[in-house]
């Protein structure tokens, strides 16, 4: 979910850096017709080139693991030794929404990460472009340089627990993925709660999905050739797109790729009490999400937010699961994918055990990051081909 509790607004000077993609800031100048440029850096700060001048060094955390993660991989605890560095002692589920909203990413602890250790950045050879996809929802969409398509499209659904995060934290994620398929990405900033409850965020998504197969050729892209993704919430989103879909008699997507998805409400699983304490998330941050988005404890049980529990998943897009071994969630998206399997549904799931819970977009300092995108990536380019 890309979440991480501080009141500190904390911005890196050096966004050029970027997880091995091009800066937010470049996305943003692409989508209004702009040629990206470079990002001004404070007088004193690391620039790229004085990076590149250094050479990258090897990821190294300052100390021990902790006590709730004893097995972590070093370079995954370099960046939740950055995020401690950035984060306040107050609990972020102790916090008002607009204060953690404000608070420091996992793509902000990942990009300090790589100016602390030198690691270089290649430029991102996207174009970006902003729509509206739906009342109120606007959507990115990323398409590699010089597309003549139809190109397949992906429809990605960002994480952040319905209620944190936007396109920015997430846009590592979907440059990488989008390099590596040579799809179109259409990345939608649905509505968030508490100022919008449940189903909201659910409905945004599927009619994003519409407008997709709909317009797919305004956006050089083939709309019978469609999947959806999505991490965390986002992973959730992807999953309820494909039953609504199918119980709404639109076309299924062709794959659904879900990455560490919120899969139940179940608090009481063996990951949700082995992970309890673990960072970026926890049990208690993750009640607090359903607490802001579900307008009563009753949603919790509905197919759409317990996936798990839905009584009919036969019919539903092929899938790949990607799991996190120092997660909440890891126990309901194992469960889940099991369960697509036992309905007639191909899945791929693979579990990465020393890697926290936001890991997915870290592969430029994160090894299991990179292994789990080229998966991603790999299971995509063949639902699409």
């Given at each position: 979910?890309n ?7 904390w ?46 060094q ?10 709730w ?30 204060e953690?909203?404000?608070a ?10 790589m ?20 009342p ?43 390099e ?7 990345s ?26 709909k ?16 991490e ?23 794959h ?6 919120i ?8 990951s949700?009490q ?8 926890s049990?208690?941050?993750m ?20 996936l798990?529990?839905?009584p ?17 969630l ?5 469960t ?33 990051a ?7 990536a ?8």
């Open positions: 979910m979440l991480f509790p501080h009141t500190l607004r911005a890196f000077p050096t966004l050029a850096l970027g997880l091995s993609l091009a800066a937010c800031n470049s996305a943003q100048n692409n989508e209004a017709g702009a040629t990206a440029t470079t990002t001004p850096t404070d007088s004193g700060a690391t620039t790229p080139a004085d990076s590149a001048t250094a050479g990258p090897a990821v190294k955390p300052a100390g021990p693991p902790p006590a993660a004893p097995n972590i991989g070093p370079e995954m605890l370099t960046v939740i030794e950055k995020l401690q560095k950035l984060q306040g002692p107050t609990p972020p589920e102790k916090l008002p929404v607009a953690v909203r404000k420091p990413s996992a793509t902000d602890a990942t990009m300090a990460v100016q602390d250790f030198h690691v270089p950045s290649p430029p991102s050879p996207l174009d970006t472009m902003s729509k509206e996809v739906a109120g929802v606007k959507a990115r969409i990323y398409m590699p340089k010089g597309a003549t398509g139809p190109l397949p499209v992906v429809v990605y659904y960002h994480g952040g627990g319905w209620v944190i995060a936007n396109l920015d934290t997430y846009d590592p994620s979907v440059r990488a993925l989008t590596k398929t040579g799809a179109i990405f259409v939608v900033a649905y509505r968030q709660a508490p100022e919008h409850k449940f189903p909201t965020a659910h409905n945004d998504a599927f009619a994003a999905y519409q407008w997709v197969l317009n797919a050729t305004s956006i050089k892209g083939d709309p019978k050739r469609v999947a959806v993704a999505g965390s919430a986002g992973g959730n989103l992807a999953a309820a797109v494909c039953m609504m879909a199918r119980d709404k008699g639109a076309m299924q997507p062709k659904q790729l879900l990455v560490y998805p899969a139940g409400y179940d608090m009481n699983t063996p949700y082995k992970n309890a304490n673990a960072k970026p998330l049990k208690p941050f009640g607090w999400f359903f607490d802001k988005y579900l307008r009563t404890p009753a949603d919790g049980k509905s197919p759409m937010i317990s798990v529990t839905a009919n998943l036969k019919g539903l897009a092929p899938a790949t699961v990607i799991g996190a071994g120092i997660d909440p890891m126990s309901e998206g194992k889940y994918a099991d369960k697509l399997q036992a309905a007639g549904i191909p899945v791929t799931y693979k579990l990465y055990e020393n890697v926290t819970h936001e890991f997915f977009g870290m592969g430029a300092v994160v090894p299991e990179m292994q789990a995108e080229d998966l991603a790999g299971e995509l380019k063949k639902a699409l081909q």
